[in-house]
T-cell receptor, first 114, second 114 residues
Framework: DAGVTQSPTHLIKTRGQQVTLRCSPK?????VSWYQQALGQGPQFIFQ???????QRGNFPDRFSGHQFPNYSSELNVNALLLGDSALYLC?????????????FGPGTRLTVL | AQSVTQPDIHITVSEGASLELRCNYS??????LFWYVQSPGQGLQLLLK??????LVQGIKGFEAEFKRSQSSFNLRKPSVHWSDAAEYFC????????????FGAGTILRVKS
């Protein structure tokens, strides 16, 4: 079992650009959540996808959007990048309906905005 | 609204000494509680979780945590710390009533001195 995988590992962009991050969930999982972890802080929930739809969203602007594909993999898109978007972006997968919906995290994508 | 407080930003313990990391949560429902560990530049690894039942839960790497509803706490403990335990530890809370997002504390950085 490969667990949750994310690509790319690192990414450098400039202000105003757009970025797409990718996530493949753990085998058997159908739900994907995305979190932003700024330096020195705990992860913050961006949104969650289930059955190819956004099921829940945190307090993030519309510049942050996502998608889930039929194979349950997911993308996070960020438009009009700001310096403050520099962070580690974590993807977590879970099985809908499982007790507590335990989430398994990937290694993250480190985004640097210059 | 959900919130998680980890009062200690940094903790330093000697190798072989006992450890307790504090976590307090604010929540109106029965929470799901988690402790994750993060090594530098890595994703999050689940140490242990509490959904229901026995309030003392055992996790990996010799960690345990106790859920105390009256104190809204879920403190992490280890009887004897190893140098490899040096990392950042995050407490997180979730609940079915709030969807399945996790709310994280700001983390506690553990340093182990030999």
């Amino acid at each position: 079992d490969a667990g949750v995988t994310q690509s790319p590992t690192h990414l450098i962009k400039t202000r105003g650009q757009q970025v797409t991050l990718r996530c493949s969930p753990k085998s058997g999982h159908d739900t994907v959540s995305w979190y932003q972890q700024a330096l020195g802080q705990g992860p913050q929930f961006i949104f969650q996808y289930y059955e190819e739809e956004e099921r829940q969203r945190g307090n993030f602007p519309d510049r942050f959007s996502g998608h889930q594909f039929p194979n349950y993999s997911s993308e996070l898109n960020v438009n009009a990048l700001l310096l403050g978007d520099s962070a580690l972006y974590l993807c977590a997968s879970s099985l809908s309906g499982a007790p507590g919906n335990e989430q398994f995290f990937g290694p993250g994508t480190r985004l640097t905005v210059l | 609204a959900q919130s998680v407080t980890q009062p200690d930003i940094h903790i330093t313990v000697s190798e072989g000494a006992s450890l307790e990391l504090r976590c307090n949560y604010s929540y109106g429902a029965t929470p799901y509680l988690f402790w994750y560990v993060q090594s530098p530049g890595q994703g999050l690894q689940l140490l242990l979780k509490y959904f229901s039942g026995d309030t003392l839960v055992q996790g990996i790497k010799g960690f345990e945590a106790e859920f105390k509803r009256s104190q809204s706490s879920f403190n992490l403990r280890k009887p004897s710390v190893h140098w490899s335990d040096a990392a950042e530890y995050f407490c997180a809370v979730g609940a079915r009533e709030y969807g399945n997002k996790l709310v994280f504390g700001a983390g506690t950085i553990l340093r182990v001195k030999s």
